[in-house]
């Protein structure tokens, strides 16, 4: 099978020719349909992410089908999955026993400790899949696996939030928007200034303003969430929501956010990080998917292109989410 592999820090992704893996107890071979592609994977390669052991194959955003099971797996050949970040947990630490397995201690993620979906076959945990609403096809749905479901589980740590902000418009953003305002929440999205693009995109998408994120709101937000990896968003957030409302950072990597007065914080405001999902997050949020209908908007290149998409993602060249198809 083909694999785009990542060999070292700092180098683009190499295309290799490799045995399909056989699937170990538990495990499902996926033939790999869909991957897409996460800022996650840029950190992955720029080498910001602790503890990475190469050679790995990036992707933790799978649209797979079953192509064989290992034992004590019941599943139907030719079944369509998702494989999403959270490859593993340990099931017995504080977080997993307390239903916080997002933060399990032992957790393995598909993609950064495990290999994940740049690759022709995959290897996944059966008990980490997560079904996939059948009225999305393939390549539309690989951007729900982590864009959607982080997006998803940022946005309900604003609470009732009505009036929410969205700091980076990409494949996330654009996801959240989506379901938010399928809740009758209003969305105000700040792109990096000077993207006409960015904001045409997000208006197009019903926000009710879009604008840089060098502009504040006329009216103060209840909640906002940070996308962009630009800790200096943090403070102009913070300036932005009310007393008593909430910043959320949606990012796995940041760059450190600069020191800013009390005051900003002052008035019950909260702030805090989302990191990664759980099982239940994931069935939850592709029903929500499949009823909303959500509408990911992306740009589809075969496998061989990675190191393309990654570098359209990192200059900000991207309309939604890019889309790696085998
Ligand atoms: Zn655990
Ligand atoms: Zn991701």
Redesign the pocket.
């Known amino acids: 099978m083909r694999a785009m592999v990542l060999e070292g820090r700092d180098s683009p992704l190499v295309l290799r020719e490799r045995a399909s893996p056989q699937p170990g107890p538990g495990q499902l071979l996926l033939k790999v349909r869909a991957c897409a592609v ?3 994977d840029l950190h992955l390669l720029d080498g910001d992410l602790p503890g990475i052991r190469y050679p790995i194959v990036p992707g ?2 799978i649209v797979g089908e079953v192509a064989a099971c290992g034992t004590g797996v019941a599943s139907t050949l030719g079944t369509r999955l998702g494989v999403p ?1 959270l490859g593993w947990t340990c099931s017995q630490c504080r977080y997993c026993l307390a239903g916080q397995e997002n933060l399990c201690d032992q957790a393995r993620f598909t993609g950064y400790q495990l290999d994940g979906g740049y690759a022709d076959f995959v290897l996944a945990d059966a008990r980490y899949c997560l079904p996939i609403p059948e009225s999305i096809d393939d390549v539309h749905a690989a951007p729900l696996l ?2 959607g479901l ?1 997006g998803f589980r940022a946005l309900r740590m604003c609470g009732d939030a009505r009036r929410l902000g969205l700091y980076g418009f990409g494949a996330a953003a654009h996801l959240v928007a989506q379901v938010a305002i399928s809740q009758g929440r209003e969305c105000h999205a700040f792109v990096r200034p000077g993207d006409a693009a960015g904001i045409a995109f997000a208006r197009q998408l019903g926000c009710t303003w879009a604008g840089g994120s060098d502009q504040m709101p006329t009216t103060p937000m209840d909640a906002a969430i940070i996308f962009a990896p630009v800790g200096s968003l943090v403070p102009t957030a913070l300036a932005a929501v009310r007393k008593g409302g909430t910043v959320v950072c949606g990012g796995i990597h940041m760059s450190d956010i600069p020191s800013f007065p009390y005051t900003l914080l002052w008035g019950e405001r909260s702030l805090r990080s989302v990191a990664n999902l759980t099982r239940a997050d994931g069935i939850e949020f592709m029903q929500l998917a499949g009823n909303i209908p959500l509408r990911p908007t992306i740009e589809t290149f075969p496998l061989e292109n990675a190191n393309l998409a990654l570098e359209r993602l990192r200059r900000g060249g991207l309309t939604g989410a890019a889309v790696l198809v085998t």
Do not use: D, L
């Open positions: 996460c800022r996650t933790h955003e970040w982590c864009a982080i």
